[in-house]
Each structure stands twice: as structure tokens, then as C-alpha cells.
């Protein structure tokens, strides 16, 4: 009599790799989430920087008079009329059109939709004795600012070249980048 055997895995083995499997996936999407969070704060950052640039750029041509907002927040990249920041704040067509006469393109925030970092806020004549969001800290003073949002990933410095104003909530941190002594 001949002696047959059948070859295969146990379904315990089975299980046993499925859950090895199904650990090293979560450890997985959670280090990539990590590192996609942290993409869009660089991207964030280099918008940042670019904008600050274009300010810059905007002075030299324009006897250092800075693009005005009237002493107010305004989106960039957005139409008058239309809010961001939860409704705080609204766009200005003549802001967008003075940046785009030294840009070629208006930057926006990599993860659009979100609480307060949709659009990157502009300030021609911000007083720091009314704050935006929160209590500002004493180390600000009157004048033009770019203000965005990051994720809190507890980098030593999430801002960049800017300085952190506040936490908005458990996940984000406000940051603010001061350009110069502003104007209205």
C-alpha cells in the first residue's frame, strides 16, 4: 500500500503569516505617513521662502513700498470675495496680480481643504497687538508678514526661516515670517 501525503501550509501557519504580514504593513504606512507629512512642511517651507522672495523682488522695483493689504490677512492665490483660513480671511485680486508680476505662479498649500493651511496669509502692516490667532509671543513687531500652517511632527524647526506664533490645535503649528517694517 503506498503512503500519500499531502504538501501545504497548516491554517494556523497561515494565520501565523498573515499576521506578520499585516504588523510590518502598519509599522509601515505609519513611517510613510510620517514622511509625507514632513514633505508637505518642506514643500510649505520652500512656497514660504519663494513668496518672501517675490516681496523682496516687488521692494526692489517699488522703492521699497510693500505690496498692501490695508493693514489686513489676505489669501494669496485667492479672488476677492472668497474666504480662507475657516472664513478669517479673504483674497485680494490686486495682492495676486503684484505677485505674479515677479512670479510665474502663485503658490499653494500641498494639502488644500485643511482647518487653517489652505492658502499661504500676507500682511502689508500686521500690529502684533492684534493677533490673528491667539496671543502672540513679545518677540513680534509691527510690519509685513507671510503667516502658513504646518503639521506637528516635532521637528526642532517646522517653520523654516520663520518663527512658530502658536498651535492651532493638536496637529498644526502657525507660523510667521517676518519681511520687514510694512506699510498699508
Not at 29 to 56: H, P, T
Not at 88 to 107: A, C, E, I, R
Request: hydrophobic share 35%; aromatic share 10%.
Amino acid at each position: 500500500m503506498i503512503k500519500t501525503t499531502t504538501k501545504g501550509f497548516t491554517i494556523i501557519e497561515l494565520l501565523v503569516v498573515m499576521a506578520i504580514i499585516s504588523t510590518l504593513s502598519g509599522v509601515i504606512l505609519a513611517s510613510l505617513q510620517y514622511a509625507r507629512q514632513k514633505a508637505y512642511n518642506n514643500a510649505r517651507v520652500d512656497s514660504v521662502d519663494q513668496l518672501a522672495n517675490a516681496v523682496n523682488l516687488y521692494l526692489t522695483n517699488n522703492l521699497n513700498v510693500y505690496p498692501s493689504t490695508n493693514g489686513t490677512w489676505k489669501c494669496i492665490g485667492l479672488a476677492s470675495g472668497s474666504t480662507c483660513w475657516t472664513g478669517n480671511y479673504t483674497g485680494l485680486d490686486s495682492l495676486n496680480t503684484t505677485f505674479l508680476t515677479v512670479m510665474t505662479g502663485l503658490p499653494k498649500d500641498p494639502t488644500p481643504g485643511q482647518m487653517y493651511s489652505d492658502y499661504y496669509v500676507y500682511n502689508s502692516l500686521w500690529d502684533p497687538g492684534v493677533s490673528p490667532i491667539g496671543t502672540p509671543p513679545s518677540v513680534y513687531q509691527k510690519g509685513a508678514y507671510l503667516s502658513w500652517v504646518v503639521n506637528d511632527l516635532g521637528q526642532t524647526s517646522p517653520c523654516g526661516r520663520g518663527t512658530k506664533f502658536g498651535i492651532l490645535n493638536i496637529t498644526q503649528i502657525q507660523c510667521m515670517l517676518y519681511l520687514g517694517p510694512g506699510n498699508l
